[in-house]
């Protein structure tokens, strides 16, 4: 049997952000996958993921972003590959909706955080957003949030980079291997997969949409859920560009009526929008990967309404979404298992901060002074 001071489950953000910490600390670690990641079954993909400062969904989630920014600095420097572009974000609210998105005020929120943090940031009202944004529709009352320093990341290629890095720095890497089976006891854990067995100190599990199959009953049923989420690609009939058009959030009544999106990247001609849905829950083995024209109509129907895009020509993919009931985050020990650190769901706004919780998971299983507070991050009822 194959032993390691640290294994590490599922290498998606969080697992491949882990490991990369795990293998610069010189800690023993294999990485799983069942997978081969990147890849496009789970949460990690998709060209483009945002990057903010300022977080609405709460203060206790800055920190991990401004870890997190300064490691994908660390991680381009190392390896020549860009991880970070930096395009702006504008949040915008019509003056006759809320501004609902994962459970929070967003617009107003964020601004309330930006002021608390003093994250460089524009509020902007209705004759601003016009002025600023001549290619977008805006409603009477409208008003909007503009952070200069904000942009996105490449998951694929930061996924890849940490699994690159973490390589070169010893750790070892096994895919296309699937977990299932973890059994702790006091100062070991047994890792059966469908091709070996594993012993180590502290595992790591970080396996996103497949997290729920893995513990079972040892958690609640209420307390991860999965939801399937579609991403769209509209072509533009406007220059909405990255080098002058920034990454943003449609904030609405509730979450079906908000909607992320990003700048045409790469010279594409097109916008990249998700619509985010947490009505109906799925299964990660039996999801439908297929978008129907029914649900493309639905979101072009919603975006025109601010942007000048085509229908025609529009292609779309699914994510996975692994949420808490307060969408936030677990960053924690198993309640009945002390050397299993669950690091995951991150309820669909995760990407942003996966590089700095790689950090907090080394530090939790290396028994360190994590950088930050991780209090809200606890199991429900811990």
């Given amino acids: 049997m194959k032993t390691y001071d640290v294994i590490v489950a599922g290498l998606g953000a969080m697992g491949s952000a882990a490991l990369y910490q795990l293998s610069k600390s010189g800690v023993n670690a294999l990485g799983i996958d069942r997978f081969g990641p990147p890849h496009d079954l789970g949460s990690s ?32 420097e190392a390896t020549g590959n860009r991880l970070l572009k930096q395009t702006g974000l504008l949040i915008f609210a019509s003056g006759t909706e809320s501004s609902v998105m994962h459970g929070a005020d967003i617009l107003n929120d964020t601004i ?52 690159q890095e973490a390589r070169r720095l010893g750790a070892e890497v096994s895919t296309g291997e699937t977990v299932i089976a973890i059994e702790s006891a006091r100062g070991t854990v047994k890792v059966t997969t469908d091709h070996n067995n594993y012993e180590c ?28 989420q579609a991403m769209f690609w509209f072509e533009t009939e406007a220059d909405y560009s990255e080098a002058r058009f920034p990454v943003y959030l449609k904030a609405g009544d509730d979450e079906r009526s908000s909607y992320y999106g990003f700048p045409s990247i790469g010279g594409s001609r097109t916008i990249k929008v998700g619509i985010e849905q947490f009505d109906e829950e799925t299964n990660p083995d039996e999801v439908d990967r297929n978008v129907t024209e029914a649900e ?13 895009i085509r229908r025609e020509g529009a292609k779309a993919k699914t994510c996975l979404y692994t949420v808490t009931p307060d969408y936030g985050f677990v960053i924690d020990f198993l309640p009945d298992a002390d050397n299993v650190l669950v690091v995951s769901p991150c309820s669909g706004h995760g990407f942003k901060h996966s590089a700095g919780i790689g950090l907090l998971a080394k530090q939790l299983v290396m028994d360190e002074e994590p950088y930050t507070d991780i209090g809200r991050f606890k199991f429900q009822g811990a």
């Fill in 45 to 76: 993909h998709g060209e483009s993921r945002i990057t903010r400062s300022a977080i609405g969904e709460g203060e206790e989630f800055v920190p991990l972003v401004l870890r997190s920014n300064e490691i994908w600095s660390e991680l381009e």
């Fill in 112 to 163: 309330r955080i930006a002021r608390a943090h003093g994250i460089d940031h524009e509020a902007l009202h209705e004759n601003g957003l016009r002025e600023r944004f001549p290619d977008l529709s805006f409603q009477e009352g409208s008003s909007g949030y503009f952070e200069p320093g904000a942009g996105y990341l490449v998951p694929e290629l930061c996924v890849e980079t940490n699994l």
């Fill in 201 to 228: 100190g502290k595992l790591v599990l970080s396996a996103g949409a497949w997290i729920k199959k893995l513990l079972g009953p040892r958690v609640g049923d209420d307390e991860f859920r999965i939801f399937r």
């Fill in 296 to 308: 493309t109509d639905a979101a072009f129907e919603l975006v025109s309404k601010s942007f000048r």
